[in-house]
């Protein structure tokens, strides 16, 4: 991790407002590529998604259940370039991280915690959103699909199970308490469920049916997470549906 | 609510509002060595006070104006902190003002602007007129945003410090990540012996440091750590960091300079840490207001070429650690950097191996390090 670190500074201009960005794109698209922008709020923080298509599916859930040192060897980190000495001369509190996951090219970045070690956590927790996310955003570009998923005979994987919360009636005594947003786990059930919402073509009532639960328990799931909410809105907006309230 | 009308010092003059001025403890802290009483930083303290919440978004407001009155004035004077990066510290501020429960729902209606239930009472850890003062002293005497609050958050640590302590810089979490990436993963025997932390301060990388030991050890004998500093101040306040993390048992701190408190482990030490003051004295009179005219000049002034306590530690080291034994250093910079691998090839040729400069965050040459022979 230390080497790491060793790399240049590298400070977009961006990083100096308050809102936090995340900035990722393919690092060499061999089609025209056209960004586009989810805004994103997570724990009452702002930040935006830029994305490109340029992403292959299905390392997605492999990067997933990567552990964080396993993730972050590999990504490039960089922090704020500083003006002047640094070090003893220098009280500014600016911590600002930037992790540039290079497989795929995403960028995460984070500003607002108090300390460098922390923000490289947020950071880090921040691409792992990213990378649940980004499938949906590559529907909306180059209309790929997402994870395929077989609903004649759909059963949700553990880690949906687990996001689920307890009146669904797929829920088994093995799958644990219900994990909220805050558990990083959270990212693996999210992406699942976005897929399943995908293959129900971004019906919330299909896919709730699907889930042994009411159409209203899920969209309370949904709109428990601003990044999920925001994602299944995208999802729904580019199959011409009404965004979810 | 408790109104505080003492008629103490007044802390600068901003005269928009009417309300009694409390006394500041800005410089309560003394060079007196007896009976250092370290201060609780203000999101330890018991939510005892309270205001309303049109109170608290008037004193928010004006806040937050104060901060962006400054706009970029003080980078042009000093590269001290812009608008921006105030309104952030206002924002840590709240946070540790308001009480933990409430915190998120206050922070959003603040944000928002919402009008609602303004007569609604909000606990805070401290009286609004104490914010008010304090506030004032960030913007107008350039008061370090740490000192206000109390607690700097380095690493994973929130660690308490004061007037007399030098605040703990993001750059030095790397020698963190040296002990634990260079040192504990080549030879993770050093994790079970005594380690050194010279001038102390806060006990930053004490604590830090007493940390990753025990996650690296295996089995039962896990390290320690010394932390030794001259300053009472920084002592008491070490003291204090070590009991919160509750490592009184692993981290024992010594008053003293450098390695004079640590005759009875010479040739013992499996690891020596330090960021010792590397300022050149000719840089101190330029420095940002936060750091001059705040900081200990103690922890920051390195002589004529900053280098004095860093050529002493190097003198010591050698004598001072194990066969195997690690060192890193925190210095200004490259020059420094380059000078001290120089001087220690010239001077101690064969005492030590695998010596390192390694860079901060922002890419500056920051850290010597290597290991004994």
Same mark, same amino acid.
């Given at each position: 991790?230390?080497?790491?670190?060793?790399?240049?500074?590298?400070?977009?201009?961006?990083?100096?407002?308050?809102?936090?960005?995340?900035?990722?794109?393919?690092?060499?698209?061999?089609?025209?590529?056209?960004?586009?922008?989810?805004?994103?709020?997570?724990?009452?923080?702002?930040?935006?998604?830029?994305?490109?298509?340029?992403?292959?599916?299905?390392?997605?859930?492999?990067?997933?259940?990567?552990?964080?040192?396993?993730?972050?060897?590999?990504?490039?980190?960089?922090?704020?370039?500083?003006?002047?000495?640094?070090?003893?001369?220098?009280?500014?509190?600016?911590?600002?991280?930037?992790?540039?996951?290079?497989?795929?090219?995403?960028?995460?970045?984070?500003?607002?915690?108090?300390?460098?070690?922390?923000?490289?956590?947020?950071?880090?927790?921040?691409?792992?959103?990213?990378?649940?996310?980004?499938?949906?955003?590559?529907?909306?570009?180059?209309?790929?699909?997402?994870?395929?998923?077989?609903?004649?005979?759909?059963?949700?994987?553990?880690?949906?199970?687990?996001?689920?919360?307890?009146?669904?009636?797929?829920?088994?005594?093995?799958?644990?308490?219900?994990?909220?947003?805050?558990?990083? /786990?959270?990212?693996?059930?999210?992406?699942?469920?976005?897929?399943?919402?995908?293959?129900?073509?971004?019906?919330?009532?299909?896919?709730?049916?699907?889930?042994?639960?009411?159409?209203?328990?899920?969209?309370?799931?949904?709109?428990?997470?601003?990044?999920?909410?925001?994602?299944?809105?995208?999802?729904?907006?580019?199959?011409?549906?009404?965004?979810? /309230? | !609510?408790?109104?505080? #009308?003492?008629?103490?010092?007044?802390?600068?003059?901003?005269?928009?509002? #009417?309300?009694?001025?409390?006394?500041? @403890? !800005?410089?309560?802290?003394?060079?007196?060595?007896?009976?250092?009483?370290?201060?609780?930083?203000? %999101?330890?303290?018991?939510?005892?006070?309270?205001?309303?919440?049109?109170?608290?978004?008037?004193?928010?407001?004006?806040?937050?104006?104060?901060?962006?009155?400054?706009?970029?004035?003080?980078?042009?004077?000093?590269?001290?902190?812009?608008?921006?990066?105030?309104?952030?510290?206002?924002?840590?501020?709240?946070?540790?003002?308001?009480?933990?429960? @409430?915190?998120?729902?206050?922070?959003?209606?603040?944000? +928002?602007?919402?009008?609602?239930?303004?007569?609604?009472?909000?606990?805070?850890?401290?009286?609004?007129?104490?914010?008010?003062?304090?506030?004032? *002293?960030? $913007?107008?005497?350039?008061?370090?945003?740490? @000192?206000?609050?109390?607690?700097?958050?380095?690493?994973?640590?929130?660690?308490?410090?004061?007037?007399?302590?030098?605040?703990?810089?993001?750059?030095?979490?790397?020698?963190?990540?040296?002990?634990?990436?260079?040192?504990?993963?080549?030879?993770?025997?050093?994790?079970?012996?005594?380690?050194?932390?010279?001038?102390?301060?806060?006990?930053?990388?004490?604590?830090?440091?007493?940390?990753? =030991?025990?996650?690296?050890? #295996?089995?039962?004998?896990?390290?320690?750590?010394?932390?030794?500093?001259?300053? +009472?101040?920084?002592?008491?306040?070490?003291?204090?960091?070590?009991? #919160? %993390?509750?490592?009184?048992?692993?981290?024992?701190?010594?008053?003293?300079?450098?390695?004079?408190?640590?005759?009875?482990?010479?040739?013992?030490?499996?690891?020596? =840490?330090?960021?010792?003051? %590397? $300022?050149?004295?000719?840089?101190?009179?330029?420095?940002?207001?936060?750091?001059? *005219?705040?900081?200990?000049?103690?922890? =920051?002034?390195?002589?004529?070429?900053?280098?004095?306590?860093? =050529?002493?530690?190097?003198?010591?080291?050698?004598?001072?650690?194990?066969?195997?034994?690690?060192?890193?250093?925190?210095?200004?910079?490259?020059?420094?950097?380059?000078?001290?691998?120089?001087?220690?090839?010239?001077?101690?040729?064969?005492?030590?191996?695998? !010596?390192?400069?390694?860079?901060?965050?922002?890419?500056?040459?920051?850290?010597?390090?290597?290991?004994?022979?």
């Amino acid at each position: 991790m230390a080497t790491a670190a060793m790399g240049g500074g590298f400070m977009n201009q961006i990083m100096r407002s308050k809102t936090v960005s995340l900035v990722g794109k393919a690092a060499a698209p061999p089609w025209p590529s056209s960004y586009f922008l989810v805004s994103l709020k997570r724990k009452g923080i702002g930040f935006q998604l830029y994305c490109c298509s340029n992403i292959n599916n299905n390392n997605s859930n492999t990067y997933l259940t990567l552990k964080d040192e396993e993730l972050m060897r590999q990504c490039e980190l960089n922090t704020f370039k500083a003006s002047g000495p640094g070090g003893q001369h220098r009280n500014k509190r600016e911590s600002a991280v930037r992790l540039k996951h290079l497989p795929t090219g995403i960028i995460a970045r984070a500003v607002e915690d108090r300390s460098q070690h922390m923000n490289r956590a947020s950071a880090l927790a921040r691409l792992r959103t990213l990378i649940a996310l980004k499938a949906n955003c590559c529907l909306i570009d180059m209309n790929e699909v997402r994870n395929p998923v077989s609903l004649e005979s759909y059963s949700p994987p553990p880690e949906l199970l687990q996001i689920l919360p307890r009146n669904s009636t797929l829920r088994r005594s093995d799958s644990g308490p219900q994990i909220g947003p805050n558990n990083p /786990k959270f990212i693996l059930g999210m992406q699942a469920l976005l897929d399943l919402i995908f293959a129900v073509d971004g019906s919330i009532s299909d896919a709730a049916k699907l889930l042994g639960m009411s159409t209203g328990a899920l969209s309370r799931l949904i709109l428990s997470d601003d990044s999920l909410w925001k994602a299944v809105n995208e999802l729904r907006a580019s199959k011409g549906m009404n965004p979810l /309230k | !609510m408790l109104k505080l #009308r003492s008629s103490g010092l007044s802390c600068g003059v901003c005269a928009n509002f #009417r309300i009694p001025i409390p006394r500041c @403890y !800005m410089n309560s802290i003394t060079t007196s060595s007896i009976d250092v009483k370290p201060k609780v930083p203000l %999101y330890l303290r018991p939510p005892s006070f309270s205001a309303s919440l049109s109170e608290l978004t008037k004193w928010h407001k004006w806040a937050k104006n104060l901060a962006s009155s400054v706009g970029s004035s003080f980078i042009n004077l000093d590269n001290g902190p812009d608008s921006t990066l105030l309104r952030r510290e206002l924002n840590w501020l709240l946070q540790d003002l308001i009480e933990l429960q @409430y915190r998120s729902v206050i922070l959003s209606r603040l944000e +928002s602007g919402n009008n609602e239930n303004p007569d609604v009472s909000v606990a805070l850890r401290a009286p609004l007129e104490e914010m008010y003062c304090v506030w004032r *002293q960030r $913007i107008e005497k350039r008061r370090p945003f740490q @000192y206000v609050v109390g607690c700097e958050h380095w690493r994973d640590l929130v660690l308490s410090v004061q007037e007399g302590v030098l605040i703990p810089r993001p750059e030095t979490e790397v020698i963190i990540d040296l002990v634990e990436g260079v040192a504990l993963n080549n030879a993770p025997e050093l994790a079970q012996s005594f380690w050194a932390d010279l001038g102390t301060g806060s006990g930053a990388i004490a604590i830090a440091t007493a940390r990753a =030991l025990a996650t690296h050890a #295996r089995g039962d004998a896990c390290g320690r750590v010394i932390a030794t500093d001259l300053s +009472s101040v920084a002592v008491a306040v070490a003291t204090s960091n070590v009991q #919160r %993390y509750g490592l009184q048992d692993v981290v024992e701190v010594r008053k003293g300079s450098w390695f004079e408190p640590l005759k009875d482990v010479q040739g013992k030490l499996a690891g020596v =840490l330090s960021n010792p003051p %590397y $300022i050149p004295s000719g840089d101190i009179s330029g420095l940002q207001a936060e750091v001059g *005219q705040h900081e200990p000049i103690l922890a =920051l002034d390195g002589g004529i070429s900053g280098t004095n306590d860093l =050529l002493h530690l190097i003198d010591g080291v050698a004598s001072m650690l194990k066969p195997g034994g690690f060192f890193a250093f925190e210095t200004n910079g490259e020059q420094q950097c380059k000078f001290l691998v120089e001087y220690i090839e010239n001077e101690k040729p064969g005492s030590f191996r695998d !010596m390192n400069i390694v860079s901060d965050f922002a890419g500056i040459q920051r850290f010597v390090m290597g290991f004994r022979r």
